[in-house]
């Protein structure tokens, strides 16, 4: 059964800290990894990892893939309170036309 | 970005009643749509993969006659929760694939719709 990790499930930290949030994944046919933020309704799409080692950034944000070892991390720096969300790891599963979502990192920025 | 819209965003409904829910691409043609479910701090449930013109692939667990997709045109999915109990209220999203584009990375989500049934 295809399976999508991620942890933690909760992080708490104060504004300007650096958080990393990890992905760890089991598929039959990966074909790529996607990172979501979600605030109070649907998700919003922040990258699309294929390739191992090839960093993606945006901003603060910047996030990895590492298809030997099966996992992905999502770095924030200098984080600010609007970066609260629950953050989403999704896996799209070549040939199944799906994509398998990880149970969420909630974030909570403190002031 | 591409714009999926989805209505109603809230709904309350007595146990019993069916409930129908829309989602829209609004400026792309999407053969591919997907409805998803969310329960309050878990992540999404894929429910089922709709394919206009087609009959829609249901995950395993989900109730096809009671989860109704119907995709009828290349902008339009509906689901329909049929004889609605407690148990169904959840959060329901709705994405889309726009056509012709094989990455995932073209996957946009609806606003989502939050069921309520009494």
């Known amino acids: 059964e295809d399976k999508v990790v991620q942890s933690p499930l909760s992080l708490v930290v104060h504004e300007g800290d650096t958080v990393t949030l990890n992905c760890s994944y089991e598929?039959?046919?990966?074909?790529?990894l996607l990172w979501y933020k979600q605030e109070k309704k649907a998700p919003t799409f922040l990258f699309m990892l294929?390739?191992?080692?090839i960093e993606k950034k945006s901003g603060r944000l910047s996030s990895i893939l590492d298809k030997k070892e099966l996992f992905s991390i999502l770095n924030i720096t200098a984080t600010q309170t609007g970066d609260s969300a629950v953050y989403l790891c999704a896996v799209d599963v070549q040939g199944a036309q799906k994509l398998v979502f990880g149970q969420g990192t909630r974030l909570t920025i403190n002031p | 970005g591409a714009v999926v819209s989805q209505h109603p965003s809230w709904v309350i409904c007595k146990s019993g009643t069916s409930v129908k829910i829309e989602c829209r691409s609004l400026?792309?043609?999407?053969?591919?749509m997907f409805w998803y479910r969310q329960f309050p701090k878990q992540s999404l449930m894929l429910m089922a993969t709709s394919n206009e013109g087609s009959k829609a692939t249901y995950e395993q667990g989900v109730e096809k006659d009671k989860f109704l997709i119907n995709h009828a045109s290349l902008t339009l999915s509906t689901l329909t929760v049929t004889s609605a109990h407690p148990e169904d209220s959840s959060f329901y999203i709705c994405?889309?694939?726009?056509?012709?584009?094989?990455?995932?990375?073209?996957?946009?989500f609806g606003e989502g719709s939050r069921l309520t049934v009494l």
């Open positions: 294929t390739s191992s080692g």
């Open positions: 598929v039959t046919n990966f074909r790529s």
């Open positions: 994405s889309a694939r726009q056509q012709g584009v094989r990455g995932t990375g073209e996957l946009f």
């Open positions: 400026d792309f043609q999407a053969t591919t």
